[in-house]
């Protein structure tokens, strides 16, 4: 017997040492590509047999249907789930508090906060609705105060005060958030929360985390770009792209490169644009812009067309994201600027064509106006002849000229040159 105790007591090392967590970070709104990062990352560490995911959060917020996607994702894993708000200073608002809540395990860092839940937040209504739709967002609050209610429920939770964060945008900091039953537990550091969590049952599964080695599990490509992408600053430089991609094709046909970029931008933009609410008069009011610049570019209007459209762009930039949630919302500053950029973009233009309307021909038989030249024969109102470049051209002239002397051309009248004596 005694000979099979070192053999044990190395198996259960092992098992000591093979302990592990997944842990993934949330820093920024919630969207599409956080719900499938969220969801990629349960099944990794259900593949991997880990003790836990971690899920350390920062958010302020984010769509109402990835924020579905994650709680129903969080509800159906068989490995335990702990939502960590961290580090100290960070905030589950808005999306963050139905994620939070919905997780087997809620943690928070000291000086943290949570709350502010109301679906103004989450793009499914606006501070700036029309009474109108007073009845609609009435509907969506209680829907989202009941989506909360059963969360709460569910996981044992301070109800009334998950309710409020809804209806109310009630917001608690960790201290008081762990003294109403909102969360569980307060813990430091990552250390810190493993050891707290450690012996602790979630669904009759008890946690091994004392020591456990934490794998952190980065985002794949895919989900990065689509987290990049979809930023209303990023849509808006897409958007400029297409713009200044597509009407410098129009302008310059057969650039070709400038098209291929214009179509590609345009292209990403409507398939992020499909995630985020988007205020249809904003898009009218930019294409709208579009359609003056470009008018601009083949009419005499010498920029007036232009100055409209920096307007119209502006205010269509503004207008564009605000039905989305507010950490989708485009600064103001970036709306400047994009209007700034576009203004130079096409003064550029419309001032190249307002320089070639005034420009002297360079080209052409017109150029040959004013020049001097010899008279090669006899030149008078019936005909003769000069040199010019090294050619023979026609010439007539009111004044009699013999052959050699220098004439001035005067104009032009088909392929026949109007000359004068040159005194």
Same mark, same amino acid.
């Given at each position: 017997?005694?000979?099979w105790? $070192?053999?044990?007591?190395?198996?259960?090392?092992?098992?000591?040492?093979?302990?592990?967590? &997944?842990?993934?970070?949330?820093d920024? $709104?919630? &969207? /599409?590509?956080t719900?499938n990062?969220?969801t990629r990352?349960?099944s990794v560490?259900?593949?991997?047999?880990?003790?836990?995911?971690?899920?350390? @959060?920062?958010? /302020?917020g984010?769509?109402l249907?990835?924020?579905?996607?994650?709680? +129903?994702?969080?509800?159906?894993s068989?490995?335990?789930?702990i939502?960590? =708000?961290a580090p100290? &200073?960070?905030?589950?608002?808005?999306?963050?508090?139905?994620?939070?809540?919905?997780?087997?395990?809620?943690?928070?860092? $000291?000086?943290?906060?949570?709350g %502010?839940?109301?679906?103004?937040?989450m793009?499914?209504?606006?501070?700036?609705?029309?009474?109108?739709?007073?009845?609609m967002r009435?509907?969506l +609050?209680?829907?989202?105060a009941?989506?909360? +209610?059963?969360?709460a429920d569910?996981?044992?939770?301070?109800?009334?005060?998950?309710?409020? %964060?809804?209806l109310q945008s009630?917001?608690?900091?960790?201290?008081?958030?762990l003294?109403?039953n909102v969360?569980?537990l307060?813990?430091?550091?990552l250390?810190?929360?493993?050891?707290?969590?450690n012996?602790?049952?979630?669904?009759?599964r008890?946690?091994?985390t004392?020591?456990?080695r934490?794998v952190?599990?980065?985002?794949?490509?895919?989900?990065y770009?689509?987290? @990049?992408?979809?930023?209303? +600053?990023?849509?808006?430089?897409?958007?400029?792209?297409?713009?200044?991609?597509?009407?410098?094709?129009?302008?310059?046909?057969?650039?070709i490169?400038?098209?291929?970029?214009?179509v590609?931008?345009?292209?990403?933009?409507?398939y992020?644009?499909a995630?985020?609410?988007?205020n249809v008069?904003?898009?009218?009011?930019i294409?709208?812009?579009?359609?003056?610049?470009i008018?601009?570019l083949?009419?005499?209007?010498h920029?007036?067309?232009?100055?409209?459209?920096?307007?119209?762009?502006?205010?269509?930039?503004?207008?564009?994201?605000?039905?989305?949630?507010?950490?989708?919302?485009?600064?103001v500053?970036?709306?400047?600027?994009?209007?700034? =950029?576009?203004?130079?973009f096409f003064?550029f233009?419309?001032?190249?064509?307002?320089?070639?309307?005034?420009r002297?021909?360079r080209? &052409?038989?017109?150029t040959?106006?004013?020049? =001097?030249?010899?008279?090669?024969?006899?030149?008078?109102?019936?005909?003769?002849? =000069?040199?010019?470049?090294?050619?023979?051209w026609n010439?007539?002239?009111d004044?009699?000229?013999?052959p050699?002397?220098?004439?001035?051309?005067?104009?032009?009248?088909?392929l026949t040159?109007k000359?004068? $004596?040159?005194?």
């Amino acid at each position: 017997m005694k000979r099979w105790l $070192p053999i044990a007591s190395l198996f259960f090392a092992a098992a000591l040492q093979a302990a592990q967590v &997944g842990l993934i970070k949330i820093d920024g $709104p919630i &969207g /599409p590509a956080t719900a499938n990062y969220i969801t990629r990352a349960l099944s990794v560490v259900a593949a991997q047999n880990d003790q836990c995911l971690i899920i350390q @959060l920062d958010t /302020p917020g984010g769509l109402l249907e990835s924020t579905k996607q994650i709680v +129903e994702s969080l509800f159906a894993s068989k490995t335990p789930t702990i939502v960590y =708000v961290a580090p100290s &200073g960070a905030s589950a608002a808005s999306a963050g508090v139905f994620i939070t809540l919905a997780a087997n395990v809620a943690a928070m860092a $000291p000086n943290t906060t949570i709350g %502010a839940a109301h679906p103004v937040e989450m793009g499914i209504g606006s501070d700036n609705e029309a009474s109108t739709n007073d009845i609609m967002r009435q509907k969506l +609050e209680n829907y989202a105060a009941s989506f909360m +209610e059963n969360i709460a429920d569910k996981r044992h939770r301070n109800v009334a005060w998950a309710k409020s %964060a809804v209806l109310q945008s009630k917001a608690i900091p960790s201290e008081k958030a762990l003294s109403m039953n909102v969360i569980d537990l307060i813990a430091t550091n990552l250390p810190d929360l493993l050891q707290k969590l450690n012996g602790r049952s979630v669904d009759s599964r008890v946690l091994h985390t004392a020591g456990a080695r934490i794998v952190t599990i980065p985002m794949v490509l895919s989900e990065y770009l689509f987290q @990049l992408f979809w930023q209303p +600053e990023v849509m808006m430089l897409l958007m400029l792209v297409a713009v200044y991609g597509i009407i410098a094709e129009i302008s310059h046909p057969g650039a070709i490169f400038p098209g291929i970029a214009g179509v590609i931008a345009l292209i990403l933009m409507l398939y992020m644009s499909a995630t985020i609410p988007i205020n249809v008069a904003g898009v009218i009011l930019i294409l709208l812009a579009v359609a003056l610049f470009i008018i601009d570019l083949f009419t005499p209007t010498h920029g007036i067309l232009t100055g409209g459209g920096v307007i119209a762009f502006f205010i269509g930039a503004l207008m564009l994201f605000n039905h989305a949630p507010r950490p989708y919302h485009l600064p103001v500053i970036w709306a400047i600027a994009a209007s700034f =950029v576009t203004a130079a973009f096409f003064i550029f233009f419309v001032a190249k064509g307002v320089q070639a309307q005034f420009r002297p021909i360079r080209s &052409g038989a017109e150029t040959m106006i004013g020049r =001097v030249v010899p008279a090669k024969s006899r030149i008078d109102s019936s005909g003769g002849a =000069v040199f010019v470049e090294g050619e023979i051209w026609n010439a007539v002239s009111d004044a009699p000229v013999e052959p050699g002397r220098n004439v001035e051309i005067t104009g032009i009248e088909g392929l026949t040159l109007k000359v004068k $004596p040159k005194t």
